[in-house]
């Protein structure tokens, strides 16, 4: 899981390098996006999911770890359209780019 800081301070100190003023969501690719929501969705759910770790009720467990695993399958599928449609976007830049 996300480590003290979490994604939030290395968000910050990647935008403070690479980035003079911070993207709205229209202007990052989709699969980058899609990187940064599924990422602030495992962090909200760190909390919650170490407390029902610690219970070591086998039943709870086996709900969080199906949680983790739908988690990641609805992340791989979603994954795999926000791929295409970042390769649509990047053709069509350079389509247009092409043309003028």
Same mark, same amino acid.
């Given at each position: 899981?996300?480590?003290?800081?979490?994604?939030?301070?290395?968000?910050?100190?990647?935008?403070?390098?690479?980035?003079?003023?911070?993207?709205?969501?229209?202007?990052?690719?989709?699969?980058?996006?899609?990187?940064?929501?599924?990422?602030?969705?495992?962090?909200?759910?760190?909390?919650?999911? #170490? !407390? =029902? @770790?610690? &219970?070591?009720?086998?039943?709870? *467990? %086996?709900?969080? #770890? !199906? =949680? @983790?695993? &739908?988690?990641?399958?609805?992340? *791989? %599928?979603?994954?795999?359209?926000?791929?295409?449609?970042?390769?649509?976007?990047?053709?069509?830049?350079?389509?247009?780019?092409?043309?003028?």
């Amino acid at each position: 899981m996300i480590g003290a800081g979490g994604a939030g301070a290395f968000q910050a100190q990647q935008t403070e390098r690479t980035c003079p003023a911070p993207m709205t969501v229209d202007q990052m690719p989709c699969m980058e996006a899609l990187c940064l929501a599924q990422l602030s969705h495992l962090e909200q759910l760190e909390g919650p999911w #170490l !407390r =029902l @770790m610690a &219970t070591g009720d086998p039943t709870a *467990v %086996a709900a969080g #770890l !199906r =949680l @983790m695993l &739908t988690h990641l399958d609805s992340t *791989v %599928a979603k994954t795999h359209q926000a791929l295409q449609v970042t390769q649509a976007e990047e053709n069509l830049v350079y389509d247009v780019t092409r043309l003028a």
